[in-house]
């Protein structure tokens, strides 16, 4: 019985993202779902106690089909740090600026205050991402990588510097300030100046 709940919840997910990509949230509706599905409203409930609650689980899902391997990259035993960067900050902001990533990232800033949505949107994706670069930071500075410093302001700061020039116009729909090759580098560069061991 398990099996077949899981498959059902699996087909609602995967029709509400194909729903909420053509409409938007808010156009959306948990009987416009329901109708696709198949089923009653009652039985998308059973699965998902509101929209924003569907919401957030398509796309976490959605987020989550891309970034498998993402935090595979960050290997803390090898000893070519900067590669090792560069190599994540790439598939970081292909994973940030894809069209999936940049629709909730706009749906979280624009429902995300009056809703709630936003920080559970957080919480389910960037902040578990962020939870493991701040582990990966932790075994860098027990190793001797990195210089002794706190692991979770180290992470936010590498997020900070590969974002930057690049998410903030995007969310705009505005091309990026860099290339992104440069601007990975450039990122790197200056993480390693301020963290690097010796």
Known sequence: MRVKSD????????IAK??????????????????RVGGSKATLYSYFKSKEALFAA???????????????????DDTDLRAV??????????????SDALAITRTAI?????????????ELGP????????TYMRALVERGALR???????????????????MEPMLFGAPMEFPADIGIAEAVDCFLRAYAAG
Do not use: N
Not at 24 to 35: L, T
Not at 127 to 134: H, L
């Open 18 to 35: 194909d729903l909420f990509r053509e409409v938007g949230y808010e156009r959306a509706s948990m009987a416009m779902i329901s109708a």
């Open 58 to 76: 398509a796309m976490i899902a959605a987020m989550e089909e891309q970034a498998d391997g993402l935090l595979d990259l960050l290997d803390a």
């Open 148 to 166: 002794r410093c706190d692991p979770h302001f180290a992470a936010g700061h590498l997020k900070g510097l590969l974002e930057s020039g690049v």
């Open 85 to 98: 960067l560069v190599r994540f900050g790439h598939a970081y902001l292909a994973l940030l600026t894809s």
């Open 7 to 14: 498959a059902r919840r699996e087909a609602i997910l995967e």
């Open 127 to 134: 902040r578990r991402g962020w939870s493991a670069v701040e």
């Open 110 to 122: 624009a429902e995300g205050t009056a809703s709630g949505l936003g920080t559970e949107l957080y």
